[in-house]
C-alpha cells in the first residue's frame, strides 16, 4: 500500500512540474498583475480573488522561473526605490534642520519634528551609513 501511495505522489510531482515548465515560455498580462499585486504586498487569496482565478493557480506561477525572476526584480526595484526615498527625505530634513537652527524666528516645535524624523530614519542602518558617507 506504501508503495502505491509514494507512486502516485511521485506521478502527482511529475504532472506538476510538467505544468510548470509548460508555463515557464513567457508571462502573461495576468501574470504580471499577480507578481505587481504580490509585490505591493497582496495575499496569494486577494491575487486570486482580483484577478478571478484559484489560489492554486497563483501558487503554481509562484514556481514558474520566468515568474519568480520579474517577482524578484520588482521587489529589488521596488526596494531601492523605498532607499532613495528614504535617503532623500533624510538629506531634506537635514538642509531644513540646519536653516532652523541657523533662523532666529525658527519655532521648537518644528526643531524637535525634524529631530524625531532624523532620529526615525537614522535607525535604519543604510540610511546611517549613507549619512556618514555623505559628510566626509
Do not use: C
Request: aromatic share 4%; glycine share 2%.
Amino acid at each position: 500500500m506504501m508503495y502505491v501511495l509514494h507512486r502516485i505522489d511521485e506521478a502527482h510531482s511529475q504532472i506538476i512540474i510538467k505544468e510548470v515548465l509548460k508555463m515557464s515560455q513567457k508571462l502573461t498580462q495576468k501574470q504580471l498583475n499577480a507578481i505587481s499585486m504580490l509585490v505591493e504586498g497582496s495575499s496569494v487569496g486577494l491575487v486570486a480573488l482580483s484577478l478571478k482565478l484559484r489560489r492554486e493557480t497563483v501558487s503554481r506561477w509562484q514556481r514558474i522561473p520566468e515568474f519568480k525572476e520579474e517577482y524578484t526584480r520588482l521587489t529589488n526595484e521596488m526596494r531601492l526605490s523605498i532607499k532613495d526615498q528614504i535617503t532623500d527625505l533624510f538629506m531634506v530634513t537635514i538642509k531644513e534642520l540646519r536653516s532652523s537652527a541657523t533662523s532666529t524666528d525658527s519655532d521648537p516645535r518644528r526643531i524637535q519634528a525634524l529631530l524625531n524624523i532624523i532620529k526615525t530614519l537614522g535607525t535604519d542602518i543604510n540610511v546611517v551609513k549613507i549619512n556618514q558617507s555623505n559628510h566626509n
